[in-house]
């Protein structure tokens, strides 16, 4: 009987092994290739602009469509925050889309607006073919 007890105790312990065959050996599947993922739009700003400035000429005449929409947007709210944000589409246009923001900025400061509710922003999208300024209000 004490002969019986270490290969019971031998037997009991290789229970949970697995016996050495060909699929221990086998290389794994390969993996599939995964289709690339759709490319997602990007969206530069969800907003409706107020008023939207378009460079396809060099120097386009807002000054009389910005008063109307300044004056418009203080009508509805006398503390109205504008955003001015300049979009190129090439970062190598950035300081002239920069320049004309500040120009858009300070007509919109000639209609009594304060420059601490004007805010400027600069980006950039590539498929514009002329820049553009573009004012919002918050």
């Avoid at 944000?85 to 920069?98: H, L, N, W, Y």
């Avoid at 120009?103 to 498929?127: F, S, Y």
């Amino acid at each position: 009987m004490t002969r019986l007890v270490p290969a019971i105790v031998a037997m009991l312990s290789f229970t949970g092994c697995a016996l050495i065959d060909q699929r221990t050996f086998s290389p794994a599947p390969e993996a599939q290739a995964q289709p690339a993922p759709k490319p997602v739009p990007v969206v530069i700003d969800t907003r409706t602009p107020l008023v939207t400035i378009d460079y396809t000429i060099p120097s386009p005449d807002y000054a009389e469509l910005l008063h109307y929409a300044v004056a418009a947007a203080e009508k509805r709210d006398a503390d109205v925050q504008f955003d001015v944000v300049a979009v190129t589409g090439d970062t190598e246009d950035a300081a002239i889309a920069q320049g004309r923001a500040i120009g858009v900025m300070k007509a919109i400061m000639r209609e009594r607006v304060p420059a601490d509710r004007i805010h400027l922003g600069l980006r950039t999208d590539p498929l514009l073919t002329a820049g553009q300024v573009r004012v919002y209000v918050r």
